[in-house]
């Protein structure tokens, strides 16, 4: 038994020192090699061709609609080649082709598991080519109100006003009717002044146009218009509409704000009557006295 046993743990070793030991070395060294290349490849890769591809964007006048998903692309881009890259020169062909074969047969079966996950792709790359909706654009959608912020592949960012942030889905963005007041260089606002039945019609159009042409931030072009379009319980309705020339949320609040408390301070001034909703109770309540000791009516 001994000799056996010794020949065996000889065969061993032998295997150990042989084999084993320089299989470990070189994969070891094939996979410092693999990281090295890789590491190598996609530093160079970002440092040199990101910024390439968003300076090509840039000079072709493309904004950030565009320039953030590129960027992601070309990173991707750079990831893929340094791992093609890395796995030829550390000799892991084999691997790769077995890595590929896995990769289809997992990308089949999360194809059929994932098709919300698709949808909301294929509705990002039409979003990003539209050229009407760009980050940065004041949007409306199902009773949302929101500037955009980032639209990746998958899901859109919007700030609401309130400052807080909306994550959609893009399919829900691309299967919607989407408002863009901001899409063209001008934007139309209108407002409702209500005035007294009592008042001069005539003269409070005159005033609430007036004071559309002093505001500096309205348009004359297209000049402002007034139309009685309201006979309300308790006034009138003249609806002002007014241009503004290169619209953001902020310029819509301010200016019509400013305007439409010119407006007010104006009337006041003029003693136009602006009344707001109320109901009159008209006729009288009589009280009949039961004197003490006799039985009040039925």
């Not at 109100?145 to 990746?152: H, M, P, R």
Request: proline share 4%; net charge negative.
């Amino acid at each position: 038994m001994l000799p056996l046993q010794a020949g065996l743990g000889a065969r061993i070793a032998d295997y150990v020192d042989n084999q084993l030991i320089p299989q470990g070395i070189d994969f070891a060294t094939d996979a410092v090699t693999f990281v090295l290349v890789l590491a190598v490849v996609y530093v160079v890769g970002k440092a040199v061709a990101v910024p390439a591809v968003e300076r090509v964007l840039r000079a072709r006048g493309v904004g950030d609609t565009l320039v953030k998903p590129a960027r992601k692309l070309t990173l991707a881009g750079v990831a893929f080649v340094g791992l093609a890259v890395a796995f030829a020169i550390a000799g892991f062909g084999n691997l790769l082709a077995s890595v590929a074969t896995i990769a289809a047969a997992l990308t089949l079966a999360v194809g059929f598991a994932s098709q919300d996950l698709i949808g909301n792709l294929v509705a990002g790359v039409f979003l990003i080519a539209d050229p009407k909706v760009q980050i940065g654009d004041w949007v409306e959608w199902d009773g949302n109100v929101g500037v955009v912020e980032d639209i990746s592949f998958r899901v859109s960012r919007v700030r609401t006003f309130d400052n807080e942030l909306i994550t959609v889905p893009n399919s829900e963005l691309a299967n919607t009717a989407i408002t863009n007041p901001v899409a063209k260089d001008k934007l139309r606002i209108q407002f409702l002044f209500g005035v007294g039945y009592d008042d001069d019609i005539d003269h409070a159009k005159e005033v609430i146009v007036e004071e559309a042409e002093k505001h500096e931030e309205i348009l004359d072009e297209p000049p402002v218009s007034v139309r009685l379009t309201e006979l309300a319980d308790s006034y009138v309705g003249l609806k002002s509409r007014f241009w503004i020339d290169e619209p953001d949320r902020s310029d819509f609040v301010r200016v019509r704000s400013e305007y439409v408390q010119a407006v007010k301070e104006r009337c006041d001034a003029e003693r136009i009557d602006m009344p707001y909703p109320h109901q009159q109770l008209t006729g009288g309540i009589e009280i009949e006295r039961v004197e003490s000791g006799e039985p009040a009516a039925d």
